[in-house]
């Protein structure tokens, strides 16, 4: 067991409502995505003994809490997010003495730790599904999954006309003990994850019991995987119609974003609520809107929602504005922080997605970390890291891109395939087998030239990537104006400008300013008096001869894809 961080935080008022001061209203959390962090033991894994030995990198970039992908015992038939024990480590990772010395590590550097929770699915190796399969129709251990007889004369087509995320239909059929064809089972991603019946007691009952051991193992909270899956529609409807991938995000499906998943959440916040130290829930949760989304966040269910209404916003600033004042207007009547964020494991590179240009995806990232709320980092978005786009099929391991092939221009948002261009291990060094990810090589292809971006070649470059992240971070913290707090005060600015002020409890003001544009603005009514903090261009651009970073604002420009914060 760990020594829980001590707890700096104000405690709750009587209502429940959590106070301005709980750490997880304006923290930043960087995701580990263990396989492609560190490698600790040279077989080209990455593993829990190489994100510890790592950890120093995360405490010096300033973030406040480390969130880890699953690392759990696991046939990684999809990286990990299908489950064949909660409560041990693959392997491949290390065991359950790596995992407390991680724990303990981090919360010795000061970081907190969060750990992904995947309750929508176990894999197909999970004792129950296991058990379920050998006994047969009638089984107690089916009522714990969705399996149901097929339709037809024989029951051989599907249940209903659900299909999975990774294409293709979401049902499975069995054979019986006997060998003969038997029921469907229910897989919203791959067949090797089937779906947990959360109508089934002994479900909830299971699942409240993980909460307790990981909590009692030291960690700090929970990012739960698809949070907005676990219920579906009574009867399991028909969608009538294909195509159905095409509404994620758009409207409530019978399988996604039900009401019932609300009580579930509200019994787990009675636990996480249990235990010192601020312990928390963050939702992945796929919503039509952001008011759906702040349902999973009032006062008594979880912390923290993913704004992916924000993730998925063009680069513009009309766009950008919107998305803002949306995001911000749905959180402020349950009291809860908005989250920022701009890459993960999912999607591809916001360096690639807004446009490749490293101009524009540190613009982007300077505004992230300006806004109210808790904003997320993905592992070597620091170092500027664009999505690779190149990788040979062979090489590939998403299984979506198994079932349903990759589009040939290389594009696609993440469920089409194309994962596996984000999650390339990053590079440590400018040198060795693996740009010192480890000393066996690595597991997905690096591309040539990937140590130029390394953290051992960026640091101490004033003009780099990760020297910018290390310096927002440590304004972030140090500024009373950036901490935490749900509101914007627009102004007025140049077309494709975007600026707003934020003031601190003591009137000191912090002023931002986007230029999404390709050309220079003038802001020089804007910025009129006070100073720069920090801008997002380099200083100059020896490629066009043109001065980019706070040099151009002693002149009144702020340079096109360019961000500056200043202090009035």
Same mark, same amino acid.
């Not at 699942?207 to 676990?230: E, N, P, T």
């Given at each position: 067991?760990?020594?829980?961080?001590?707890?700096r935080?104000q405690p709750?008022?009587?209502?429940?409502?959590?106070?301005?001061h709980?750490?997880w209203r304006d923290?930043?959390?960087?995701?580990v995505?263990?396989?492609?962090f560190?490698d600790g033991?040279?077989?080209g894994?990455g593993d829990?003994?190489?994100?510890?030995?790592?950890?120093?990198h995360?405490?010096?970039?300033?973030v406040?809490?480390?969130?880890?992908?699953?690392?759990y015992?696991?046939p990684?038939?999809?990286?990990?997010?299908?489950v064949?024990?909660?409560r041990?480590?693959?392997?491949?990772?290390?065991?359950?003495?790596?995992?407390d010395?991680l724990?303990?590590?981090?919360?010795?550097?000061g970081?907190r730790?969060?750990v992904?929770?995947?309750?929508?699915?176990s894999s197909?190796?999970?004792?129950?599904?296991?058990r379920?399969?050998?006994?047969g129709p009638?089984?107690p251990?089916?009522?714990?999954?969705?399996?149901r007889?097929?339709?037809g004369?024989?029951?051989?087509?599907?249940?209903?006309d659900w299909e999975s995320?990774f294409?293709g239909?979401?049902?499975?059929?069995?054979?019986?003990p006997?060998?003969?064809?038997?029921?469907?089972y229910?897989?919203?991603?791959?067949?090797e994850?089937?779906d947990?019946n959360?109508?089934?007691?002994?479900?909830?009952?299971e699942?409240r019991?993980l909460l307790?051991?990981?909590l009692d193992?030291g960690v700090?909270?929970?990012?739960?995987?698809v949070?907005h899956g676990l219920?579906?529609a009574?009867g399991?409807?028909d969608?009538?119609?294909?195509?159905q991938?095409k509404?994620l995000g758009?409207q409530v499906l +019978?399988f *996604?974003?039900q009401d @019932?998943v /609300? =009580?579930?959440?509200?019994?787990w916040r &009675?636990?996480l609520d249990e235990?010192p130290?601020r312990?928390i829930?963050?939702?992945e949760?796929?919503?039509p809107?952001a008011?759906?989304t702040?349902?999973y966040v009032?006062?008594?269910?979880?912390h923290?929602?993913f704004n992916?209404?924000y993730?998925?916003t063009p680069?513009?600033?009309?766009a950008?504005r919107?998305v803002?004042d949306?995001s911000l207007?749905?959180m402020r009547?349950v009291?809860?922080?908005t989250t920022?964020v701009l890459?993960?494991?999912?999607?591809?590179r916001h360096r690639?997605r807004?446009?490749g240009?490293?101009?524009?995806?540190?613009a982007?990232t300077?505004?992230m970390?300006?806004?109210?709320?808790?904003a997320?980092?993905?592992?070597?978005?620091?170092l500027g890291?664009?999505e690779?786009?190149?990788l040979p099929d062979?090489a590939?391991q998403? +299984?979506a *891109?198994l079932r349903? @092939?990759? /589009? =040939?221009?290389?594009?696609g948002d993440g &469920?089409?395939?194309?994962r596996d261009?984000c999650?390339v291990p990053i590079?440590?060094?400018?040198?060795?087998s693996?740009?010192?990810?480890?000393?066996?090589g690595?597991?997905?292809?690096?591309p040539?030239?990937?140590?130029?971006?390394?953290?051992?070649e960026?640091t101490?470059d004033?003009?780099?990537?990760?020297?910018?992240?290390?310096?927002?971070?440590a304004?972030r913290?140090?500024?009373?104006a950036l901490?935490?707090g749900?509101?914007?005060e627009?102004?007025?600015?140049?077309e494709g400008?975007?600026?707003?002020?934020?003031?601190?409890?003591?009137g000191t003001?912090?002023?931002?300013?986007?230029n999404?544009?390709g050309?220079p603005a003038d802001v020089?009514?804007?910025?009129?008096t006070?100073?720069?903090l920090?801008?997002?261009?380099?200083?100059?651009?020896?490629?066009t001869?043109?001065?980019?970073g706070t040099?151009?604002?002693?002149?009144?420009?702020?340079?096109g894809?360019?961000?500056?914060?200043?202090q009035?």
């Amino acid at each position: 067991m760990t020594q829980h961080l001590a707890d700096r935080t104000q405690p709750t008022s009587g209502s429940g409502q959590p106070q301005a001061h709980d750490w997880w209203r304006d923290a930043v959390i960087y995701q580990v995505y263990p396989r492609s962090f560190a490698d600790g033991n040279g077989d080209g894994m990455g593993d829990l003994a190489g994100v510890r030995a790592r950890l120093p990198h995360l405490a010096d970039l300033g973030v406040d809490a480390v969130w880890l992908s699953p690392f759990y015992a696991s046939p990684q038939a999809d990286a990990g997010y299908d489950v064949a024990d909660y409560r041990a480590i693959d392997p491949m990772f290390g065991d359950l003495h790596d995992a407390d010395a991680l724990i303990r590590d981090a919360h010795h550097l000061g970081l907190r730790v969060i750990v992904d929770l995947v309750p929508n699915h176990s894999s197909d190796q999970h004792e129950w599904f296991q058990r379920a399969l050998r006994e047969g129709p009638g089984s107690p251990l089916r009522d714990r999954y969705h399996f149901r007889p097929g339709t037809g004369e024989r029951g051989d087509a599907p249940p209903n006309d659900w299909e999975s995320i990774f294409g293709g239909p979401a049902w499975t059929r069995v054979a019986d003990p006997d060998g003969t064809p038997g029921e469907w089972y229910l897989h919203l991603f791959a067949p090797e994850q089937p779906d947990f019946n959360w109508d089934n007691q002994a479900v909830r009952d299971e699942f409240r019991s993980l909460l307790r051991f990981w909590l009692d193992m030291g960690v700090d909270g929970f990012r739960i995987d698809v949070a907005h899956g676990l219920v579906k529609a009574a009867g399991l409807p028909d969608m009538g119609h294909p195509g159905q991938l095409k509404l994620l995000g758009t409207q409530v499906l +019978p399988f *996604f974003d039900q009401d @019932g998943v /609300h =009580e579930i959440y509200r019994s787990w916040r &009675q636990i996480l609520d249990e235990y010192p130290g601020r312990r928390i829930g963050v939702a992945e949760a796929w919503t039509p809107n952001a008011g759906r989304t702040a349902l999973y966040v009032r006062p008594d269910e979880l912390h923290q929602a993913f704004n992916f209404h924000y993730l998925n916003t063009p680069w513009d600033a009309l766009a950008l504005r919107e998305v803002i004042d949306s995001s911000l207007d749905s959180m402020r009547p349950v009291g809860a922080p908005t989250t920022w964020v701009l890459s993960n494991h999912d999607v591809v590179r916001h360096r690639t997605r807004l446009g490749g240009s490293l101009a524009r995806a540190r613009a982007a990232t300077l505004l992230m970390l300006a806004l109210p709320g808790s904003a997320y980092v993905y592992q070597g978005e620091e170092l500027g890291l664009p999505e690779v786009t190149d990788l040979p099929d062979d090489a590939r391991q998403d +299984p979506a *891109f198994l079932r349903r @092939g990759a /589009h =040939e221009d290389g594009s696609g948002d993440g &469920q089409e395939g194309l994962r596996d261009g984000c999650r390339v291990p990053i590079p440590w060094t400018p040198d060795g087998s693996s740009y010192g990810f480890g000393d066996g090589g690595s597991w997905l292809p690096q591309p040539a030239g990937w140590g130029g971006l390394s953290v051992a070649e960026q640091t101490g470059d004033p003009a780099s990537t990760l020297e910018l992240y290390r310096a927002a971070l440590a304004v972030r913290h140090a500024h009373p104006a950036l901490g935490a707090g749900a509101d914007v005060e627009w102004l007025e600015a140049p077309e494709g400008v975007l600026a707003f002020r934020r003031r601190a409890a003591d009137g000191t003001a912090f002023v931002c300013a986007v230029n999404t544009g390709g050309a220079p603005a003038d802001v020089s009514a804007l910025l009129a008096t006070g100073k720069a903090l920090l801008a997002s261009g380099t200083g100059h651009d020896t490629a066009t001869d043109t001065v980019t970073g706070t040099d151009a604002l002693s002149a009144g420009l702020l340079p096109g894809d360019t961000t500056v914060w200043w202090q009035e």
